[in-house]
């Protein structure tokens, strides 16, 4: 009997194993999140690129995963960035981010997302896009919205009846945007926690 059990035990562990993938750098890797065919689940493909785990949007640009909370269903990506001296992000040309429909990742309803270099157009949808928006702190305080300064910004805190799947700028609507994850009333932007927080649903 003691043989069994521990056959048992010894044939969970080495499922468990070959189930995780390996480390991305200094990064764990935790089941479902599957970095190659031959660990975790293919449906939650991420990349590990020089060291770096990334999660990949829907039209293939790339995003550095900050972190992972397995037993929460999440992972928080950093933002793309704002080149210095502009108010484009970096994924402007790809229309900001986005989640294929049929992923089983989705943003969550923690993210306060800031746009900026927007039209006026954007004044008849319901953000805050008044003198004391988030987003006038992050252009007056962070360097990388200094670029920003000046044009119309708004925020959001992303919730369900709004798209979870993407997050959109372009030409003609704003051009960059930044998120910040739990985001505390009265906090300084030096504790913001950046990022665009992602959750995902368990495998069957």
């Known amino acids: 009997m003691v043989h069994v059990i521990f056959f048992f035990l010894t044939l969970v562990t080495y499922v468990s194993t070959l189930d995780a993938c390996p ?16 660990c975790g689940d293919p449906r939650y493909r991420v990349f590990c690129n020089n060291d770096i785990l990334q999660f990949v949007s829907a039209q293939g640009f790339y995003y550095k995963i900050i972190s992972i909370h397995p037993s929460a269903y999440k992972l928080v990506i950093s933002p793309s960035l704002i080149p210095k001296n502009t108010c484009y992000s970096s994924d402007l040309s ?27 157009n954007i004044l008849t949808s ?9 987003c006038r702190q992050f ?7 200094s670029g920003c300064r000046g044009t119309l910004c708004c925020h959001f805190l992303k919730d369900s009846s709004m798209t ?12 960059a ?17 950046y990022g665009i927080e992602l959750q995902w649903v368990p495998p069957n």
């Open 139 to 145: 252009e007056e305080k962070v360097e990388e919205g």
């Open 164 to 175: 979870s799947r993407r997050i959109r700028v372009r030409v003609g609507g704003c051009t």
């Open 23 to 38: 480390k991305c750098g200094s990064m764990e890797v935790p089941y479902p999140l599957s970095t190659s065919d031959n």
């Open 94 to 120: 790809q229309g900001g981010f986005r989640i294929d429909d049929d992923s089983p990742f989705n943003i969550s309803t923690h993210n306060t997302v800031m746009l900026f270099n927007c039209s006026e």
């Open 126 to 134: 319901p953000l805050n896009c008044s003198s004391n928006s988030l």
């Open 177 to 193: 945007y930044s998120s910040v994850v739990d985001l505390k009333p009265g906090y300084s932007t030096d504790s913001w926690n």
